[in-house]
């Protein structure tokens, strides 16, 4: 099926979260908001979280808590690894 999604973008506790259409109705989703305007319309995508509204930026915050829904921590070495390899593919020196 094409066509716009019922399914509304969050951002709750510094993770993209998606809402059903039911929780749409709900007035306490406990979403974050945009310390700038106070607008919930953010999405968080590869560590940074953005105001839809305003366009504000910023870096996410690192997650203190250790629930089980918590992604699972990258091994050592990685980010210098993926760091190789993307100046390896880019050209870069």
């Not at 250790?66 to 210098?80: F, M, Q, Y």
């Amino acid at each position: 099926m094409r066509g716009a999604s019922p399914w509304q973008r969050g951002v709750r506790n510094e993770s993209q979260v998606l809402i059903c259409p039911d929780c749409q109705r709900l007035h306490d989703l406990d979403l974050d908001s945009c310390a700038g305007c106070g607008s919930t319309a953010l999405i968080c995508r590869l560590g940074e979280v953005e105001c839809r509204a305003c366009g504000a930026v910023r870096m996410a915050m690192a997650r203190t808590d250790t629930s089980p829904a918590d992604p699972v921590t990258p091994p050592p070495g990685l980010s210098a690894e993926v760091e190789a390899a993307l100046n390896r593919v880019l050209g870069r020196a």
